[in-house]
């Protein structure tokens, strides 16, 4: 079997969350199969500049080819075009001006593609809401197999994601909220399963090396990911002071990861930057608890990460998907208020009466769902089931002049209208 | 392929999280959220800036920010009124400029128009410097206003909280006057019960000595802090099965209903009321033993114990 993995960058130092989906998922499946990668020359997922040579390169052993974005992103164009799909009726025209200004907008990488639809027997598409996505899925639609990673946001709601999402062949979800958002959004009838992703788990980890490399001595929450006001990081301040206040003797809290916005001077709050695997590993393991501020994520990686090394998880409760899967694993808290953060973090204290216990429930619900035999398991599965399933037929675009008919609702009144909540 | 949907059992992520609410309910009264706090401050605000004495849509008016252009303006020099992109008629505008100073002064006008110009410059940037402020008042007003709504919620919270804790004061109280109550009484009762244990041992005693003996004993006078007791002659019948084997009947006697224990002495006390205090019939003795040292707690007659056993050990 021949595949390809087409995604919006790639590379052993690329750490977004889609692009290191995709980067595990072609390093396992080329285990079981011929796997080729498909991507940009971009680095930076905001100007999507070409950074990277052009051409075919090896990384851990799978073929990488890229090709040049056409032009990088022009943020003031791109914002005045989001404003008007989020935000106001437009035309089809309009989503695909804007799908162009979002890029990586990268015909080269679609002709690619259109070229060698014979040569693959399927082609695995990450992040929907992307030019490559979009335009790639389009051009090889009947061997398509879709990641959505697809979130509740604005962009979810446009008109031209929908007919591509009936049109691939598979859908291969990352949470059964995701599924039911796109069920919602597409009535889609076709294959699809929720997946997910597995992680790179070490075998063992070494708490106390961490503690003494950063001299860390107080008990500590942490939180591993982009210190971004879009990630929940400015009210999760906000809050742990407040909680650092009424619990003089509670937990710390420890950042790791970049920080996008300034990290408040407190002598709780200690950020380390940026960190190796080993070191994030190591963090976890000596942590008593993830906290998850991000009120948008399709899958959180650190999350199952988390719970792979045994340790309980407290979650932005507005996030469908984080809150569905602490219910369903019994892994982890979540919270909706300061009160019930300040809660949370007195009971999954590793002093407290629940840590343990919920973190003995995470390793036990990553083993029996996260863990890469079952990934790759499912991938292979499906791809065995594509064999015997019907094409689907794939819409074309509208003409001329509907094209160009403002009859759109915004895409921000569509994802509103869709329901929404846990599902458990 | 079965989808992941197995669940553990050991605990129930969504029943901790109800008992959670539950306690934040319990401390605070109400669980508000954000976005109902929110809510609740934009009342206010709506209630705070539409009484009769203010302008009904004063709250929609401040919620417009719709940014007005600004007004068109003009540069006025001193060749603007000849000013034109004609050549041709700029020339003639300039070969007749003097014969139009002849009849009239031009310059008053160009002058009078370059400051009304500058006026104009001037009144638009005092009036963008109005918005501004008027922006900023009102989202001063605004968050003065949710922070209020936020206090004055928290104040209604804290009063219910200073209820709860005062009526749990109130209980604690009681239950603690309670327990020293009971604790004054064991204490008191306690030495009593340590006399009769020592005093079992004489007792049993006394019944192996001679008859003669025992009578003197019964027959002397005792005083037992400073109230006379008197026994009565020979065994009475209470004090029978004590000579018998030394086993002591256990009498107590229960109040009536709504009675007390100083309604008891009272009675005690009066003439043919019960028997066994100060100015009892002597012969009464027996019946002295049920009553005299009933004070409530289960006591075994220890006041005629000791007067009787007290007679026997002053001998």
């Given at each position: 079997m021949k595949l390809a993995v087409v995604v919006q960058r790639y590379g052993a130092?690329?750490?977004?969350g889609a692009e290191l989906h995709a980067r595990y998922i072609a390093e396992r499946l080329a285990r079981h199969a011929d796997v080729e990668v498909v991507t940009t020359c971009a680095r930076d997922y905001i100007t999507w500049k070409n950074e990277l040579p052009a051409g075919e390169e090896k990384i851990n052993g799978v073929t990488v080819r890229r090709f040049p974005v056409a032009h990088p992103r022009n943020t003031a164009e791109f914002g005045k075009l989001s404003h008007l799909v989020f935000e106001q009726p437009h035309s089809l025209n309009d989503e695909l001006k804007w799908l162009e200004a979002e890029g990586p907008a990268s015909p080269a990488l679609t002709r690619h593609l259109q070229s060698v639809a014979s040569a693959f027997d399927y082609f695995v598409f990450f992040s929907l809401r992307y030019y490559h996505a979009w335009h790639g899925a389009r051009a090889v639609a009947s061997k398509a197999v879709l990641v959505p990673t697809a979130e509740r946001d604005p962009a979810m709601g446009l008109a031209i994601f929908a007919p591509v999402m009936r049109g691939a062949r598979a859908l291969m979800y990352n949470s059964f909220e995701e599924r039911a958002m796109i069920d919602a959004l597409s009535h889609r009838k076709g294959p699809g399963v929720v997946v997910g992703v597995g992680s790179a788990i070490p075998d063992r980890t070494q708490p106390w090396r961490f503690k003494k490399k950063f001299n860390v001595r107080r008990p500590f929450a942490l939180y591993v990911g982009r210190i971004d006001e879009n990630k929940g990081c400015a009210e999760l301040f906000s809050h742990f002071e407040r909680y650092s206040v009424m619990y003089p003797h509670g937990l710390d809290l420890v950042l790791i990861g970049s920080s996008v916005i300034p990290v408040p001077k407190h002598p709780r709050i200690r950020h380390l930057g940026f960190l190796s695997d080993e070191d994030k590993f190591d963090a976890l393991t000596a942590s008593d608890l993830l906290i998850m501020p991000s009120r948008y994520e399709s899958l959180s990686m650190v999350a199952l990460e988390a719970w792979a090394l045994g340790k309980p998880v407290l979650a932005n409760g507005f996030c469908d998907v984080l809150r569905g899967q602490c219910v369903r694993s019994n892994a982890g808290l979540y919270y909706e208020s300061f009160e019930e953060f300040a809660e949370g973090l007195f009971l999954l204290d590793s002093t407290g009466p629940l840590g343990e216990v919920l973190g003995r429930n995470g390793r036990d619900f990553f083993r029996r769902h996260y863990s890469w035999t079952v990934i790759e398991r499912k991938y292979l599965e499906m791809f065995d089931r594509l064999k015997r399933e019907p094409v689907p037929e794939l819409e074309p675009l509208p003409g001329f002049f509907a094209r160009r008919t403002r009859n759109l609702p915004p895409g921000a009144k569509v994802i509103a209208a869709v329901p929404s909540g846990p599902a458990v | 392929m079965a989808d992941l949907n197995v669940r553990s059992d050991a605990v129930d992520v969504e029943q901790i999280m109800k008992g959670i609410r539950a306690r934040i309910r319990e401390k605070r009264g109400a669980d508000y959220t954000e976005a109902e706090l929110q809510q609740l401050a934009t009342v206010k605000l709506e209630k705070f800036l539409d009484p009769?004495?203010?302008?009904?849509d004063l709250v929609e008016q401040f919620r417009k920010s719709v940014v007005v252009p600004p007004a068109p303006n003009f540069e006025f020099g001193e060749t603007t009124l000849y000013e034109t992109h004609r050549g041709a008629i700029s020339a003639i505008r300039k070969l007749f400029k003097p014969l139009l100073k002849l009849f009239f002064n031009p310059d008053k006008i160009t002058s009078a128009l370059h400051i009304q110009s500058q006026v104009n410059t001037q009144t638009e940037q005092r009036l963008r410097r109005m918005e501004e402020r008027e922006r900023l008042s009102y989202e001063l007003l605004h968050n003065l206003t949710v922070e209020l709504t936020r206090i004055g919620i928290e104040v209604h919270n804290l009063k219910m909280r200073a209820e709860s804790l005062s009526s749990r004061m109130d209980f604690d109280e009681r239950r603690a006057r309670a327990f020293e109550a009971h604790t004054e009484a064991q204490r008191v009762a306690e030495p009593r019960r340590q006399m009769e244990a020592r005093h079992a041992e004489p007792r049993h005693a006394e019944t192996q000595r001679p008859p003669q003996e025992q009578q003197r004993s019964a027959e002397a006078p005792r005083t037992d802090g400073g109230v006379s007791v008197a026994s009565g002659g020979g065994p009475q019948p209470s004090q029978g099965p004590r000579g018998d084997g030394g086993r002591r009947r256990r009498r107590r006697r229960r109040r009536r209903p709504g009675q007390t224990f100083g309604d008891q002495q009272n009675q005690a006390n009066a003439p043919g009321g019960p028997v066994g205090m100060a100015g009892a019939p002597a012969d009464a003795g027996g019946a002295a033993d049920d009553g005299g040292g009933d004070d409530g707690f289960d006591d075994d007659g220890g006041g005629n114990d000791g007067g009787a056993d007290g007679g026997a050990e002053s001998q």
């Open positions: 130092d690329i750490s977004g | 009769k004495s203010v302008r009904s």
